[in-house]
Each structure stands twice: as C-alpha cells, then as structure tokens.
C-alpha cells in the first residue's frame, strides 16, 4: 500500500513527540497540527499505531488526548523489574518487597477509583498517613484470611489460590520496615513512611498523580484518570483488582 509523502512525515512527528513527551493533547501548544493530523487522518493513526506496534507499544486515545503505552515486556520504553526494584524498594531487596511496593501503587489506585458510578474517580485527594494506614489493614486482613484458608484444607488451598496475592510475604517486608519516627535516617526507603513517598515520587515522575510532600498529600492527574476511566477499570478488569484486594462484591 501507498502512503502520501505528508502523511508519513506526520506520522513520524507524531510518534516522535509520543516518544519525549508520552501524550499528545488538543490543547498542546505548537502540537495542535499533530492531534488533528491523527484524529482526521486514517492513514496517519494507522502509520503511527504501526510504528508503535514495532516498538513493542500502542498507541490509544482517551478522551483528548493520545497516549503512548509500552508492552508490559517492553525494557526500553518501560521498567523492567530489576529497574522498578533498584529505583522503589530499599537496597537488596527481595522479591517480597517488589511485590509490596505493587500492592502499594495498587492500593492507591483503588482508593481513588471505585469503578461505580458515572465516573469511577471517588475521591481529590489521599493523605500520606491515610494511604499508610490503609496498606497495613489490607495486609493484615489479608494474611488472616490466607491463614484460614490454609487452616481449612492446604490442597484446596493450594490449588484455588495459588494465583492470589501472598500477603503473607508482603505483610512481613511491610513489617520489617521501621517507623520513620525510629530511624535516625528519617524517611528512607527503609521505613513505612519512606517507601511510601518513594514511591509517591516515583509515580509523580510518570504523571500519574501530583505528590504534595509538604502537605503529605496526593492527588491523581488526568493522564492517571483518563487511564484508568477508559482502559483499566473495564468491568472485567473492576472485579480483578477487587479479588486482589480482598474486597467482596456486595
């Protein structure tokens, strides 16, 4: 198939702008030309999508806005599980504490978006504290409900929750971290507090939400809401997180 020489030039701009800046609006100064070209344009959103597909990601539009998001495996564009350890979690950390740091972002995600309603954001804003104080009662009714349901039968346990989050494990590298009030470091990656800012941070850094560290306060983006009001929590993906947290559908 023969594509026009515009088209491909404006499929090249725009992944390239995809590529450092991640997200293309209708409203973004000196890019307009470049929403409209996609959105117009069939052969352009097609060139773009393909170039994306080769490097292993996709291109998806929410709202006003174009998104450019990379294959779960994508080590380039994305963070590969030793990355996500080495930049969140404390030094030598195990798998126990990127599993928590996980249940971590999950259990803020949760907070914010309760997938009812005509908009599935619940809630502005989430203290530190609050989001602290939330993780550890998740985690210790979690690891009760893992020990019945060991106690009742370890084979059918075994084979029915093989695939549920060990919070057991997590619940023990939560545990292990001091208070920031203990630490003479104050809040490093190594106390509640710190991992929980750390990773605060880190999610700022994506645009996922705005982290107040002075007010000890976060709030979600609208590239966090657009994602999740039109990708994550389809009514599928709703009842999954849900299972996860151990929350039942009433």
């Not at 210790?140 to 370890?154: I, N, V």
Request: contains cysteine; proline residues 1%; glycine residues 4%.
């Amino acid at each position: 198939m023969a594509y026009e020489a515009e088209n491909i030039t404006y499929s090249q701009k725009i992944f390239y702008y995809l590529l450092c800046h991640g997200a293309l609006s209708d409203n973004d100064s000196n890019a307009g030309n470049l929403y409209r070209a996609y959105v117009e344009r069939e052969e352009v959103m097609n060139l773009v999508k393909n170039q994306a597909q080769i490097a292993d990601s996709r291109v998806e539009r929410y709202g006003s806005t174009i998104y450019l998001m990379p294959d779960i495996d994508n080590k380039y564009l994305g963070y590969t599980k030793a990355e996500l350890k080495q930049k969140i979690c404390r030094s030598k950390a195990t798998d126990k504490d990127y599993y928590l740091s996980q249940f971590i972002i999950l259990t803020l995600m949760a907070e914010f978006y309760d997938g009812q309603g005509s908009t599935c954001k619940s809630r502005e804003f989430l203290k530190l504290g609050e989001l602290q104080n939330i993780v550890s009662e998740k985690l210790k009714a979690g690891a009760e409900l893992e020990s019945e349901r060991e106690a009742e039968d370890s084979n059918i346990y075994t084979e029915l929750y093989e695939n549920v989050l060990d919070y057991k494990s997590m619940s023990e590298a939560y545990e292990a971290l001091k208070s920031a009030e203990d630490s003479t470091k104050g809040k490093t990656k190594t106390t509640k507090e710190g991992l929980v800012s750390v990773i605060c941070q880190f999610l700022e850094k994506q645009g996922l939400i705005v982290f107040v560290e002075e007010d000890e306060m976060i709030k979600t983006t609208p590239k966090l809401d657009n994602i999740m009001e039109y990708k994550i929590l389809n009514k599928d993906n709703y009842a999954r997180i849900m299972e996860a947290l151990g929350v039942k559908d009433e």
